[in-house]
């Protein structure tokens, strides 16, 4: 082979290199970045301290008389705490022992969520500093009026629309 060809493939190749090497180091970057970990109230409040000024989300609800929002300056101030569990059969949420009581301020400056108010799940999501979580967006999540609604016991399931399980008995006009 002519010794130009070779030079030719060699730069080819280091060039396609050096280009491969620049578009991994972005991407990589990126996801760094911008990755966050997604965390319980009772999960964060299980690992306290190991995760501050990391990029964090957290799902919570905001405590009951806790929220101070200043519609000129757009700031809010406000407690987060666990999510009680539901009582679901089908999947039932688990509680880490010791976390039920665990607290979070929060303080947040933006636009407030048309959703958002006391006793509301929410997910924020920021870095914790020196104790209060200072987000950068502050999530509502969907009210429960969307959840599939309790199924029947068998007994009231077998009883005719209008009928009462147990007299057998038409009921109403």
């Known amino acids: 082979m002519p010794p130009t060809l070779v030079n ?3 730069k080819f190749a280091l060039g396609s290199g050096v280009i491969v090497a620049a578009v991994a180091t972005l991407i990589w970057t990126a996801a ?3 990755s966050a970990y ?11 301290g190991a995760h501050d000024d990391k990029p964090l989300r957290i799902a919570g609800r905001v405590a009951d ?41 929060v303080r947040y400056n933006g636009i407030l969520p048309d959703m958002f ?13 020196d104790g209060v979580f200072e ?16 199924q029947p016991d068998a007994e009231s399931a ?3 629309p209008g009928q009462s399980a147990s007299s057998g008995v038409v009921t109403g006009s």
């Open 8 to 10: 030719r493939k060699f």
């Open 32 to 34: 760094s970045e911008t």
């Open 38 to 48: 997604f965390l319980t109230m009772e999960e964060w409040a299980a690992s306290k």
């Open 65 to 105: 008389g806790s929220v101070d929002w200043d519609p000129t300056t757009l700031d809010l101030a406000f407690v987060v705490v666990p999510i009680p569990a539901k009582v679901d059969m089908h999947m039932p949420r688990p509680v880490i022992e010791g976390t039920a009581d665990a607290q979070l301020r």
């Open 117 to 129: 108010g006391e006793d509301k799940d929410v997910i924020v999501e920021g870095r914790v500093r």
């Open 135 to 150: 987000a950068e967006a502050l999530l509502t999540t969907c009210p429960s009026k969307y959840e599939a609604e309790v």
């Open 158 to 160: 077998r009883a005719a």
